[in-house]
């Protein structure tokens, strides 16, 4: 059983950035494609952003992109969301999520470990 912990939510006004962090609880999470999702209130879960399991290749949701960046960080074995330009649509709670040898999934079912959340605001 992995866990994983997000950390790095708060809250912080528009244009403002945000690096939120996923730390797991296996030594091995080098080995899982990582995803970060988030939910507004009374809005459906939603895709952010995604790096396979190598750390090669990353995935984008539309409306995030050019503003967040997923970085794997081997070193300290987590996986990081840097959150730039941020903006009061961007208000939810952030998940991340792991999958064994994943490839960066956009679909939430492959994931099969998923943190707690940590609640992002962004006053406008």
């Known amino acids: 059983q992995v866990q994983l912990a997000e950390s790095g939510g708060g809250l912080v006004q528009a244009g403002g950035s945000l690096r939120l962090s996923c730390a797991a609880s296996?030594?091995?999470?080098?080995?899982?494609?990582t995803a970060w999702f988030r939910q507004a209130p009374g809005k459906e879960r939603e895709f952010v952003a995604a790096?396979?399991?190598?750390?090669?290749?990353?995935y984008y949701a539309d409306s995030v992109k050019g503003r967040f960046t997923i970085r794997r960080d081997n070193a300290k074995n987590t996986v990081d969301l840097q959150m730039n330009s941020l903006k009061p649509d961007d208000t939810a709670v952030y998940y991340c999520?792991?999958?064994?040898w994943g490839l960066g999934s956009r679909e939430e079912r492959p994931y099969v470990y998923w943190g707690q959340g940590t609640q992002v605001t962004v006053s406008s």
């Open positions: 790096v396979n399991w190598r750390g090669e290749d990353t």
């Open positions: 296996t030594r091995t999470f080098s080995t899982y494609a």
């Open positions: 999520a792991a999958d064994l």
